[in-house]
């Protein structure tokens, strides 16, 4: 079983800068694929990032390609996503989702936990 908390959200002005945290507990979160999902109102989650387990590879949604890093540190069970340039488009609330694969997805419904999400809003 793994616990995931997300933190680090808020308001913030377009442009602007945001690092989200996700701290997992358990031994095994350096085996687990990760991933980075956003929900706005009346839409459906979207993938954001993903990254493997070691970190060796990670991908991401076009629209935030080049703005947003997913980095991982192991030693502290926590997994990152690094937002710059960021714009009104992505405001959501920010989960994160662990993956009982050493490799991430871009399908939701390929992950087995999930943290409580946090909300990230961007004004113009």
């Known amino acids: 079983q793994v616990q995931l908390v997300e933190s680090g959200g808020g308001l913030v002005q377009a442009g602007g800068s945001l690092r989200l945290s996700c701290a997992a507990s358990g031994r095994t979160f350096s085996s687990y694929g990760m991933g980075w999902f956003r929900q706005a109102p009346g839409k459906e989650r979207e993938f954001v990032a993903g990254i493997s387990w070691r970190g060796s590879s990670t991908f991401y949604a076009d629209s935030v390609k080049g703005r947003f890093t997913i980095p991982r540190d192991n030693a502290k069970n926590t997994v990152y996503l690094e937002m710059n340039s960021l714009k009104p488009e992505d405001t959501a609330v920010y989960y994160c989702?662990?993956?009982?694969?050493?490799?991430?997805?871009?399908?939701?419904?390929?992950?087995?936990?999930w943290g409580q999400g946090t909300q990230v809003t961007v004004s113009s």
């Open positions: 989702a662990a993956r009982r694969s050493v490799v991430a997805a871009r399908s939701p419904a390929n992950y087995d936990y």
